[in-house]
Every structure is written in C-alpha cells, then in structure tokens.
C-alpha cells in the first residue's frame, strides 16, 4: 500500500485529552512546532517553511518510513502510532536504537553522512510530518530563530543517546524505560501513567540489551509488586515513585 501526503497545514488543536493509546499529538505540542510553522506561532522566519511540510502516511505496522543507505533529504516527526529505528550489522544483526512517539522527531542522525544510517520503521499505523531539510537549512542560514532551533533538535537527539547506560541490572533498566516513555508522553500531552506499548516485548529486550524472557520475567515481578500493571499492551503505572526508588538505589 502507497503512502499519501497533502500539505500539512493544521490549526491549532484543542487541549489534548489524556488516552491509553499514543494518539494523535496537536501541533502545539510537537517537537518541530517552530520549524513547520503550522501551530500559528506568528514568527515571520518560519513562514517559508510552513507550506513544504507534508502530512505522510498512513504507513502500516513493519512498513519502512526510510531505510539506511538512502540519501537524507527530509527529517520527520510523529504526528500519531510510533516508530523504531534500526541498525543492522555487517553480519545481519539488527539493534534497535529508539522509539519515536508522536510529536518525537527522526531523522536527525542523518544530517551530518548526508544518508540515513538506519532503518526506519512504523510499528504500527502511523502518520508522520515531512519537513524537506534542505528547505528548512536555506532558511536557518538567514534566520537565526530558526537556526537556534534546529541546534536544540539536535542537541535533545545527543543528550537522549549519551543518557542511555546499559550499566546497570535488569530491573533498573526496564524501570528507567518505562519512565522515560512516561515522561515523554507527559511532554506531549498524552497520559503519562497510561499508555500502549506498540512495540513488541523482542523490541523492548533487543533496545535495554535483555533477553525476551529477561523482560518478561521483570514485567512479572512488577505487575506481583503492584509497581506496573498490563494488560496486552496497555501500561497503567499505579507506583512510578517505586520505579523511581529502584533507580535511585541504584545509582547509590
């Protein structure tokens, strides 16, 4: 099934209501608001660009939103369902790298071989904003608002990989997981103690460095200790200060 893309021009929407699912993200609230211009910030310096962001998709789950070696020419953003992206080795192994959720931006990995250096991939039915990058870099170079705020996408995209340690057990690992989705659903306007887990159990052992059945033998003592509760793939964090606690230890 092909893809289809209108030009993106959304009015602002109204407060976003909390789900369980990663829905639909206003514009208001996405991470490229000031590069599309669509949320009626009123800047003259994003005015250019507004009208070349291109609403794409639907892309079903497993479809490939851009796969590595292809030249980079747009960065993306998550409007709703989520994507991964992947890195696979000379000798076929994929790694997951990140999960990106609605009003998330992918790409920014891109910008400087000038080719995507891995595999983008919707996990589910997903729609996404297209912003063509040399569009919006021939705009930075006369504007500086706009330049400043592409310097803040790329240093959120650096400081969210030099964040990740694999350093520490388990638990500890999932626990910061399922904190960090939270807390990135809460800056989007989405429910931050329910949520849906698009991705599947492999994914989430293959991204912390687990075993499948290492994550869900965690899972387990959590749902037992009444820190997380699932079911399928809805998350309800009923004690996220407990999951707090197993980092703080740690960290101790």
């Given amino acids: ?32 608001v000031r590069a599309c211009g669509v949320a009626g910030n009123g800047s003259v310096a994003f005015a250019d660009v507004q009208q070349l962001v291109e609403d794409v998709g639907p892309f079903r789950g497993n479809q490939f939103v851009f796969r590595a070696g292809e030249p980079f020419r747009s960065l993306f953003a998550v409007k709703s369902g989520m994507v ?31 080719v995507y250096p891995v595999d983008g991939v919707a996990l589910e039915s997903t729609r996404l904003c297209r912003l063509p990058f040399d569009a ?38 999932l626990a910061a997981f399922l904190l960090d989705l ?9 429910a931050p103690e329910h949520f849906r887990l698009a991705m ?3 994914d989430i052992a293959n991204f912390l460095h687990l075993a ?6 965690v899972l387990a003592r959590f749902r037992e200790q009444g820190m997380v509760d699932i079911s399928g793939r809805d998350v309800h964090l009923p004690k996220p200060e407990a999951l707090r606690a197993l980092l703080r230890e740690a960290a101790a």
Avoid: N
């Fill in 1 to 32: 099934m092909s893809t289809q893309s209108t030009i993106c021009a959304i009015p602002v929407a109204a407060p976003v209501r909390s789900s369980l699912r990663a829905d639909t993200v206003s514009c208001a609230r996405c991470a490229l």
């Fill in 136 to 173: 919006v870099s021939h705009v930075a170079q006369r504007e500086p608002e706009v330049q400043q705020h592409l310097f803040r996408l790329f240093s959120r995209a650096i400081g969210q990989h030099e964040g990740r340690s694999w350093d520490v057990g388990a638990d500890q690992r």
């Fill in 200 to 202: 599947p159990r492999g």
């Fill in 212 to 217: 499948p059945e290492t994550v869900s033998r």
């Fill in 84 to 114: 991964k992206t992947v890195q696979t080795d000379a000798e076929g192994r994929a790694q997951v790298l990140g999960f990106y959720l609605p009003g998330e931006v992918l790409g920014l990995e891109a910008v400087d071989p000038g």
């Fill in 182 to 190: 939270s807390t990135r659903f809460a800056q989007r306007g989405l």
